[in-house]
């Protein structure tokens, strides 16, 4: 087998694989000779790139995952909105944010945060998956802790917890913004015309 056919196959499994394809898994795949993933997907994505398809391929999980570029987030996300794929409420993400980031936590330090009960939400995305229980504190009644899972990984596009936005470099993004809307409001004309036919985010539920 040449490595062309073996790149068309690696394309195949990516493809067809709903999680992250490791070389574990490529090696049950082939009977002798697995070709090394390491080796194959810098191939496939320059090749990627040279085509200039709308997809590429992302380390997640500790395996690989072909997902579509950015520029194409837009109507993506309006596909899978309409197709009942995970969706989070405000409430989940704030909630997965901080045990992200605090993980091992517990409910009482996630209310804490919040201000809001938040076992309704803890169910949620504990039921989706995304959360899972570390065990439990050693303070007063013991309460459970929570952590992030691999799926989380996979939903948010990470390939460890460390790939995620440091706080400081958030809040830094977040003073930013919100100078630049300022000056935009100070600036922007009495009378504007609004853009039309322009993708938009769709809020999910």
Do not use: C
């Amino acid at each position: 087998m040449n490595k062309n056919e073996q790149l068309k196959i690696i394309e195949a499994l990516l493809f067809a694989s709903s999680e992250p394809l490791t070389q574990s898994r490529v090696n049950l795949v082939f009977i002798d000779d697995a070709p090394y993933l390491s080796d194959l997907i810098p191939l496939l994505s320059e090749q990627f790139e040279k085509e200039q398809r709308p997809l590429e391929i992302q380390e997640v999980a500790g395996g690989y995952q072909m997902t579509t570029k950015p520029e194409f987030e837009t109507w993506v996300r309006r596909v899978l909105n309409k197709s009942g794929k995970l969706s989070l409420s405000q409430a989940a993400l704030e909630t997965l944010a901080i045990i992200a980031y605090k993980q091992p936590v517990s409910r009482f330090e996630i209310e804490s945060i919040r201000g809001v009960d938040s076992s309704g939400v803890l169910k949620t995305i504990l039921d989706r998956g995304l959360i899972k229980i570390k065990g439990r504190d050693e303070g007063p009644g013991r309460p459970l802790l929570y952590a992030t899972t691999e799926m989380f990984l996979e939903h948010f596009g990470l390939n460890r917890i460390s790939d995620m936005p440091k706080l400081k470099e958030i809040n830094e993004l977040t003073e930013s913004d919100g100078e630049t809307q300022l000056e935009a409001f100070v600036h922007t004309p009495a009378h504007q015309t609004s853009e039309i036919d322009q993708p938009a985010d769709t809020p999910t539920a």
